[in-house]
């Protein structure tokens, strides 16, 4: 990561003793001061329900630091440093009365960034913006961040933009997707456009199809109620994986302006082809898990979860078959897949080229001969394109080699983690790797159908068992194309 001036802001983080700030965001805060120390006065205000005392707060920041952070990361005059610049204040965030504990600590300094992050169920959004604004601590350089997912669907995603943006200009609202901050997206843009032997390819003619898998080993660890609203469809194929395929399917922009790549996303997701009715059953598949052994833990079924219906048809895993409908895409199929509960946590993009249209060597011809290239993004990051090479020895033994094309691999200093990344942004003005509102609403047309679908249909998900690679319709979906899912997530 480029270091920077130093930095002078005011950061609100409501939800500020939450798991998401406590496991990510400031983690990120604290690695993002290492790289570029705050300027005097800038202040992380973590706003929740249950802050008991400022030291009591700290405490408990300091132990999540070190619970998170690589053991290299962690410094404890750095620590101490950083912690100046962090205060708590108790808010009820549907309560505007209470807003008024911010005034002590932002009353002063109206000209610098002042970010508002919201990590809260998106329900709170509109009452926290209608607080901040009759309070008049929304300023000309306010900008505010909303958590994922935004909404439950097209109407209530409108909703939340049409309220918010009576608070804030739409270049004021940062909608974050943490995936569009990992270092090997951002590298990806670079690998397609910087690079004419990519992106010659990078069409019909030479990909047979591409798959992107998130999977995760753990369940819905204590937030039931929230995944019973929510299901794999929302929480993460509506933003992580759709915005992944428009980064891989998209146009060169004319340049890298924010507009100008997201003008790119969001033409791909116009040219989704809808999927209605019957292709819905013949392209989606939805599956719920059961009981089972995860890295040698036995785990409870869903429906045995804290907070989860006894009968519940909420899906934990999703898998789907995605065609383009434009020139660069027409018949390439895009396989889309996340899952709870599965073998191991991963997020992977594979790329499949085609077959030579001739084979000339003895050796068979197979899957494995295919040139691919295999981008990971969790849980470590690295792109690795694999050919086909000759095995050393006498006659022409054909084997698979891999070309790593990691930036780490050439002696690079730590990267950036993505929520680190992305705050930066934000104290920056930058919207680049971020959803405007047209992608957002965009992404739900093309999901409600499905769920429309769902909430009609007798049918429940299909079962799978826990530590498994999820239901038999997974493998089916791409068998019916003669094809597998990429066995590198199956290690």
């Not at 962690?74 to 204040?89: G, I, M, T």
């Not at 669907?153 to 918010?164: E, F, H, N, P």
């Not at 340049?255 to 790119?264: H, Q, T």
């Not at 249209?357 to 792109?383: C, K, Y």
């Amino acid at each position: 990561m480029k270091e920077s001036s130093n930095l002078l802001f005011d950061l609100v983080l409501f939800g500020g003793t939450g798991d998401l700030a406590m496991r990510k965001l400031l983690p990120a805060l604290y690695q993002l001061y290492r790289t570029s120390p705050f300027q005097s006065g800038t202040r992380i205000i973590a706003v929740g329900r249950s802050i008991v005392s400022r030291d009591t707060f700290l405490s408990r920041v300091r132990d999540k630091l070190k619970q998170h952070l690589p053991e290299a990361s962690w410094d404890q005059v750095s620590w101490q440093q950083f912690a100046k610049h962090l205060h708590c204040v108790t808010i009820e965030a549907d309560k505007t009365e209470s807003y008024r504990e911010l005034f002590p600590l932002l009353s002063d300094e109206q000209d610098r960034p002042r970010v508002f992050y919201l990590s809260t169920h998106s329900s709170l959004y509109t009452p926290i913006a209608s607080s901040l604004g009759a309070l008049d601590l929304i300023t000309p350089q306010a900008r505010v961040v909303l958590e994922k997912p935004i909404g439950r669907d097209l109407d209530s995603a409108r909703a939340i933009s049409g309220q918010m943006s009576n608070y804030f200009s739409e270049d004021q609202i940062y909608r974050i997707d943490h995936y569009l901050g990992k270092e090997t997206v951002q590298n990806l843009l670079v690998l397609r456009f910087a690079n004419p032997l990519f992106e010659s390819l990078w069409n019909h003619h030479y990909i047979d199809h591409i798959q992107i898998t998130i999977s995760e080993s753990i369940g819905v660890e204590g937030r039931g109620e929230f995944y019973e609203e929510t299901g794999a469809l929302r929480d993460i194929v509506q933003n992580h994986l759709l915005q992944l395929l428009c980064i891989l399917a998209m146009e060169p922009p004319p340049n890298i302006e924010p507009d100008r790549i997201r003008d790119e996303k969001l033409k791909v997701l116009y040219a989704l082809q809808p999927l209605q009715a019957d292709d819905i059953s013949r392209n989606v598949v939805r599956g719920q898990y059961i009981a089972g052994n995860v890295g040698g833990k036995l785990c409870p079924a869903y429906t045995e979860e804290e907070g989860v219906a006894e009968q519940s048809n909420i899906e934990t895993f999703v898998a789907m078959r995605v065609l383009i409908d434009n020139m660069r895409w027409s018949g390439v199929p895009f396989y889309l897949r996340t899952g709870k509960r599965l073998p191991n946590r991963s997020c992977e993009i594979v790329v499949h080229f085609k077959d030579v249209p001739h084979w000339i060597f003895d050796a068979p011809r197979g899957q494995l001969m295919n040139n691919q290239l295999v981008i990971t993004l969790q849980p470590d990051e690295s792109i690795t394109l694999r050919l086909c090479g000759k095995r050393l020895g006498p006659g022409i033994d054909v084997r698979t080699v891999d070309l790593n094309l990691n930036p780490k691999s050439r002696g690079n200093k730590r990267s950036a983690d993505a929520y680190e990344r992305l705050l930066l942004d934000v104290i920056k003005g930058d919207q680049t790797l971020f959803l405007r509102q047209d992608e957002l609403e965009q992404a739900w047309r093309w999901i409600d159908p499905i769920l429309a679908d769902w909430d009609r249909s007798s049918s429940p998900p299909e079962l799978y068992a826990s530590g498994s690679w999820g239901p038999a319709g997974s493998t089916l979906l791409l068998a019916k194309d003669g094809r597998l899912w990429h066995e590198g997530v199956n290690t």
